[in-house]
């Protein structure tokens, strides 16, 4: 009994995790200054750039939404729950797709990885579904099978409103959602230029209210917003600062947002390099993939409504 806990809670464990590391692509959460970057000047407003913060943030928005593809990096800790990092290659040109490898370093989820057999895995991205390979002591108990294939539509079963929201930002992650994000808040101020990583950028940050922004950064329904804005508040989860650099050619080079919930702090930093890097992603073969949704319903734990 204990071990088929252990796999049911993994498989919601898995959905959560590969979204965390796909929202590096978009939305995300982190704080402060990551290695290799220091600070040349500080403004907090557009002066002496000619250029206001709202023109520059529109145009790095585009220039990255038309990029196609990057390769991306990204570290992510929620309270005691988990701590992550995510590699690879992502591409929007036609719907969300890619590769990312995600290895758990921490937290409770790392633990029940850890009882799966794995805490290290490939997360691959396709427009209708992404799949998590898994090890082999977890495909001893699956039937032979090493992935599992979450479609989108199934995402909506993981939790009401946050579960909608999951899927939509799946559908609809880039990593220009992160300049949106300021765009959005109403609230962007130019922190002044700086190198990431050898590069010269210019700095922007600013605070979103999180119910808010799931409202003008979704497609969600009425009913879905007010399930998910309930699920937010009872999680502690309010507001969220978000700073971006970007870069000469108006291109994001770097996010990050950080906020705090019930279960602690939460953050994630992103880096974002290579745009129009080639993205070959395969689907995994179908004899060794099982769905999601059946094998919650074989271990007696079908999705909710």
Not at 9 to 29: E, F, K, Y
Not at 55 to 65: F, I, M, N, Q
Not at 121 to 146: C, S
Not at 226 to 242: C, I, P, R, W
Request: aromatic share 6%.
């Amino acid at each position: 009994m204990k071990g088929t806990n252990a796999r049911r809670a993994g498989l919601s464990i898995v959905a959560v995790a590969v979204l965390t590391g796909v929202a590096a692509c978009g939305p995300g959460d982190s704080g402060g200054r990551g290695d290799g970057e220091s600070s040349s000047s500080a403004s907090s407003s557009g002066e002496g750039t000619g250029v206001s913060p709202i023109a520059a943030l529109r145009t790095a928005e585009k220039s990255t939404d038309g990029a196609d593809s990057a390769k991306v990096e990204s570290t992510t800790t929620m309270g005691s729950v988990m701590a992550m990092t995510a590699d690879g290659s992502l591409g929007w040109g036609d719907g969300l797709t890619g590769t990312l490898t995600i290895t758990y370093t921490g937290g409770t989820m790392a633990d029940t990885m850890r009882q799966m057999g794995a805490t290290s895995m490939e997360a691959r991205y396709l427009p209708d579904a992404y799949y998590a390979r898994m090890g082999d002591v977890f495909a001893e108990q699956a039937g032979g099978k090493h992935w599992i294939k979450y479609p989108y539509e199934a995402l909506e079963s993981l939790g009401g409103g946050s579960g909608a929201y999951l899927k939509d930002q799946m559908e609809n992650s880039t990593p220009n959602q992160s300049v949106k994000l300021l765009l959005a808040s109403g609230d962007v101020r130019r922190v002044g230029e700086e190198k990431v990583r050898g590069q010269r950028t210019t700095h922007y940050s600013g605070t979103v209210e999180v119910a808010d922004l799931a409202t003008r950064n979704s497609s969600l329904s009425e009913s879905q917003l007010a399930d998910l804005k309930e699920q937010l508040e009872q999680a502690g989860v309010t507001t969220e600062t978000v700073d971006i650099w970007v870069d000469e050619e108006n291109l994001l080079v770097k996010k990050v947002e950080k906020g705090q919930s019930a279960n602690g702090s939460y953050s994630q930093t992103a880096y974002y390099s290579d745009y129009g890097t080639p993205v070959d992603t395969e689907v995994p073969p179908a004899a060794d993939t099982a769905d999601f949704s059946e094998l919650l319903q074989r271990q007696g734990a079908g999705p909710t409504g």
